[in-house]
């Protein structure tokens, strides 16, 4: 089968020929019906520095948001049954330390993501723990499946900031996890969503085709003053960041009510600097938000459930897997919302 795969400690990715993978025990063998391309992958094409430790694990195929059909069983692993649609967290617990034998697989020290340190789902077919495997009920469609895994971030996001109904809140970062974000902070009650980029059309016109009117293209403005025409009439209950851009944080923090919530959900690659004084005056709270629980996946695929028509709208392109490298372009560029690689 083919697969794409990291294959040496540079720059690229590869479309090999590999081996057809054999599920072990507590494994089940998965036909990847598809796969979204994430900014982690395009750090992993590139060979961003902050994911040289990856090199431990190579040759690896990549890919770590992805649906698929379960076609085959290993030993022990037969209480999903062969044919179920499944989304697969990609967070590998050991099982082995402290906290997992406390029963805390959230902190697992020793935790190996599919996709990252093991095979994920650029591929035709994919091992992967039956633990990690999430059922997609019937009427759910494996496109909107494969969106899973992002959609946890975007929703423990929200629920960081503890958003509520009524609250104002500003989404910095139109990709998919701003989205998410822009979508889960509507359900959760909130009366204004307004969500900014830089340069982002593609992914601004997705968020109008959602039904969000206040969508703000920062690229050639002045963000203070934007962001403060946006905030004049009341400042914001909740600011969630998703940009992974040091500059966008001092405008945020002004335009962030006394008590107000700032959220970090992005990877920023340097240390960024903030006047924690004026946070201290106003009371702010700052919160970081990363991988999402592995009890919130049965609340997004209740959502997917429920949402799936404007779900749908965050997929504008569809790759087959021998021209993964033109959706990984596309996804570089910001010409798409969420591209997705299909073997």
């Not at 072990?24 to 520095?49: F, K, M, N, P, Q």
Request: aromatic share 4%; with cysteine; proline share 5%.
């Amino acid at each position: 089968m083919q697969a794409l795969q990291k294959t040496e400690a540079g720059q690229g990715l590869h479309l090999n020929d590999v081996p057809m993978p054999e599920p072990g025990a507590g494994e089940v063998l998965v036909r990847v019906h598809s796969t979204g391309v994430c900014g982690t992958d395009l750090h992993i094409d590139a060979w961003t520095a902050s994911y040289h430790f990856l090199a431990a694990a190579l040759p690896v195929t990549v890919g770590h948001e992805f649906s698929g059909t379960v076609v085959a069983q290993g030993e022990g692993a037969d209480s999903l049954p062969v044919g179920q649609l499944v989304a697969v967290r990609p967070s590998v617990t050991c099982g082995r330390c402290d906290r997992c034998r406390a029963g805390d697989f959230d902190a697992c020290t020793t935790r190996r993501g599919i996709g990252v340190m093991r095979d994920g789902g650029f591929a035709e077919y994919v091992a992967v723990p039956l633990r990690n495997c999430v059922a997609i009920p019937q009427g759910v469609d494996a496109e909107v499946a494969a969106l899973a895994e992002p959609l946890t971030v975007s929703y423990e996001a929200v629920r960081t900031g503890g958003v509520a109904p009524g609250d104002r809140v500003l989404v910095l970062g139109p990709g998919n996890i701003g989205q998410g974000i822009a979508l889960f902070a509507r359900a959760a009650g909130a009366a204004r969503v307004v969500v900014a980029g830089h340069g982002d059309a593609a992914r601004l016109d997705v968020l109008r085709s959602m039904g969000f009117d206040e969508v703000l293209d920062l690229e050639g403005k002045n963000i203070d003053e934007t962001l403060d025409a946006h905030a004049k009439s009341a400042l914001f209950d909740v600011v969630i960041e998703a940009t992974g851009a040091a500059a966008v944080l001092a405008p945020a923090m002004r335009v962030l009510k006394t008590h107000g919530v700032l959220v970090i959900a992005g990877i920023h690659a340097a240390p960024v600097p903030i006047d924690l004084t004026a946070l201290v005056r106003r009371h702010q709270q700052l919160r970081g938000s990363y991988r999402a629980p592995e009890r919130c996946w049965g609340e997004v695929v209740a959502f997917m459930q429920t949402h799936q028509e404007q779900l749908r709208r965050m997929i504008t392109h569809r790759v087959p897997l021998d021209r993964a490298a033109d959706g990984f372009a596309l996804a570089r560029a910001r010409q798409a919302s969420k591209v997705l690689v299909q073997p």
